[in-house]
């Protein structure tokens, strides 16, 4: 069983990234269970992951990194024993720390093959969330190993560099992908990374 666990900002379309991915490693005959964390009385992103056909455990009471540590730890636990599935994605609310959900997978108990703390970062706001979210932009991608650069087709070649030096001073040893969710660019490659040996990503 690999994790990968996909923070990113509110509005970075992590539910469309999971989603994708999901539909691509299924395609490939693997077994791929979904946890989803949604601040508040609706979780829409956990009907609309099982509207696909896909295996989806909400947790609502708040968000996962905190007070839900326990309940993350007891769904792995519950997943990994009763599902057994081959990839375990974990979306939890766009107010997560890498850190924190990376903490409780490590003492769960929960055998796993690797784990990927993926950090969405929206291109074409990455900047403004920079300047008004400054330790919670820089802590996400602190605390990831891969950093998925989205929304690729919103901006310049320009702008892209600049989003991407930005990621890069913040965290020079994460792997650093580009990739469009709406047009499909970059997302086979993430896709085979999650498939490549643990070591593949720093």
Do not use: W
């Amino acid at each position: 069983m690999r994790i990968c666990s996909v923070t990113g900002f509110l509005g970075s379309g992590k539910t469309t990234l999971v989603i994708d991915l999901s539909k691509r490693l299924a395609a490939e005959q693997r077994k791929v269970a979904i946890i989803v964390n949604e601040v508040g009385e609706v979780g829409v992103d956990g009907a609309l992951m099982e509207a696909y056909g896909l295996q989806a455990k909400e947790i609502t009471e708040g968000c996962i990194c905190c007070a839900l540590s326990n309940t993350l730890m007891n769904t792995l636990q519950t997943l990994s024993k009763g599902f057994r599935p081959d990839f375990v994605f974990i979306e939890p609310s766009g107010v997560a720390l890498p850190s924190k959900i990376e903490k409780v997978i490590r003492t769960s108990l929960v055998e796993y093959e690797g784990k990927v703390m993926m950090c969405l970062v929206d291109a074409y706001r990455a900047e403004r969330v920079h300047r008004e979210a400054t330790s919670f932009f820089i802590n996400q991608v602190r605390g990831s190993n891969l950093i998925a650069i989205s929304k690729i087709e919103l901006v310049t070649p320009t702008e892209l560099d600049r989003v991407m030096g930005l990621v890069r001073s913040i965290n020079p040893n994460a792997r650093i992908m580009t990739i469009s969710t709406r047009t499909g660019i970059g997302m086979d490659e993430v896709k085979d990374m999650l498939l490549a040996p643990p070591e593949a990503v720093p």
